[in-house]
């Protein structure tokens, strides 16, 4: 489990360190810097697929994610002056990501290329370092793996350090590079940690939803980001003995409800009878809600639970109605993975309050995200790795 999250340089996020639990929500008012957690949280995922300098790349590379005010906020500022002077910058331009874990922590920090005439990629920000290190807090004693520039270093099983003889290039991460178990296995496992993290962010339900399309059916313990294989995955929690949690799902959002799972040449539609109709109402017929509440079931209830699993404002286009058996899916799903979930619905923030979640509320102020009632002494400890 991630028990620290810290963020430095992007976007508004100038420096922010959060504790992380079981079921965390992370809310704040518009702007103040929600979905830039969740971006951060998709980087340090794409990290382990070689996928951070792309995904920096397409949102118009790092001198546009990274923070944009002062290298810090002075004293006359924070007293309300608000005309910001520039300043000569003491640290170097970055973006800086990190989470201390259960069992391996990670850091990374992006910087800026050296300008060459030898390549056009000038929007690709460079890794400058990495470390994996044990324990909450980066240091001598706890690093296992450091990479400096091209450069990696694996601490022993003695304690002895040995630098690698591979020299990476500075937009390859050393968790994709590296995958011999014996060399590194602390790398390996902390690769496949994090690419078991799983993220949904708004599906769609309009009318050409791919949710809303019969589409070939196999087996899909894992609810594709698109939703795409819906009656697939319901099917397959459902063989998978979890029938009676679809169920009650359904009935819980709307009693009285069942759901048909049709299969005809092995392509798969979904059908759902409600009370009061005569018939049932295939997926092209369903509410916008309906059909969203239906995606929640099948990626709430897989049958292979992922080590982390980010919502982005689940709440969207859901009746007021079915948030409380959404927050009841979500607490469910929480005793199998940490779910970190990004919303700014009260009535979701209140129902999942009330299922032992931990809140993180943000705030912005001089532009900067805050953590509303988070003093110098409440934050994590925490350490970035020197270039």
Same mark, same amino acid.
């Given at each position: ?13 100038? %420096? ?16 103040? &810097? ?8 998709? !980087?340090?995922? @794409? ?11 397409? @949102?118009? &590379? !790092?001198?546009?994610?990274?923070? $944009?005010?002062? @290298? ?17 910058? *003491? ?11 259960? =069992? ?7 910087? *800026? ?5 030898? /390549? ?44 690698? =003889? ?57 609810? +594709? ?5 819906? $009656? ?29 799972? =049709?299969?005809?040449? &092995?392509?798969? +539609? ?7 109709? !005569? ?8 509410? =916008?809600? /309906? ?7 099948? $990626? ?17 286009? !859901?009746?007021? @109605? ?11 799903? +929480? ?14 923030? &209140? $129902? ?17 995200? %805050? ?17």
């Amino acid at each position: 489990m991630l028990t620290t999250l810290a963020i430095e340089g992007y976007r508004s996020l100038r %420096h922010l360190v959060v504790p992380l639990r079981g079921l965390t929500v992370v809310t704040g008012a518009n702007g103040s &810097g929600k979905s830039s957690v969740y971006r951060s949280l998709r !980087l340090l995922a @794409e990290a382990s697929r070689n996928g951070a300098a792309a995904a920096l790349a397409r @949102e118009g &590379g !790092l001198q546009s994610t990274m923070w $944009a005010g002062p @290298e810090k906020i002075s004293a006359a500022m924070l007293a309300g002056d608000h005309e910001v002077q520039g300043t000569v910058r *003491i640290g170097p331009r970055s973006v800086r990501l990190g989470f201390a874990g259960d =069992d391996f922590s990670y850091a990374i920090d992006l910087g *800026i290329p050296v300008p060459s005439m030898a /390549t056009k990629f000038a929007l690709d920000p460079e890794i400058k370092t990495e470390a994996v290190f044990s324990g909450a807090l980066l240091k001598p004693s706890t690093l296992l793996t450091e990479r400096h520039g091209p450069a990696v270093r694996i601490r022993a099983d003695d304690g002895q350090w040995r630098t690698h =003889d591979h020299r990476l290039r500075p937009y390859d991460s050393m968790l994709s590079e590296f995958a011999d178990p014996r060399a590194a296995p602390e790398l390996l496992a902390l690769r496949e940690q994090i690419r078991s993290w799983r993220f949904y962010d708004h599906f769609r339900t309009d009318a050409a939803a791919p949710a809303r399309q019969p589409q070939l059916g196999t087996r899909t313990p894992v609810l +594709s980001h698109d939703g795409s294989d819906l $009656a697939a995955a319901l099917q397959t929690v459902r063989e998978l003995g979890a029938a009676g949690q679809i169920e009650g799902a359904i009935d819980r959002a709307f009693p009285g409800g069942s759901l048909t799972i =049709d299969e005809r040449d &092995g392509f798969f +539609s979904l059908a759902m009878r409600q009370a009061g109709l !005569l018939r049932p109402l295939a997926a092209a017929e369903l509410s =916008d809600g /309906t059909l969203r509440y239906l995606l929640w079931v099948a $990626a709430l209830l897989s049958p292979r639970p992922p080590a982390l699993l980010v919502l982005n404002e689940p709440e969207t286009s !859901l009746h007021p @109605e079915l948030i409380e058996p959404l927050a009841e899916l979500i607490a469910a799903a +929480s005793k199998n993975s940490q779910v970190i979930v990004v919303s700014h619905s009260s009535r979701l923030i &209140g $129902a999942l309050d009330g299922q032992g979640a931990s809140r993180i509320e943000l705030e912005k102020r001089l532009g900067e995200t %805050h953590v509303q009632g988070q003093g110098m002494l409440d934050e994590p400890a925490w350490n970035w790795p020197k270039r």
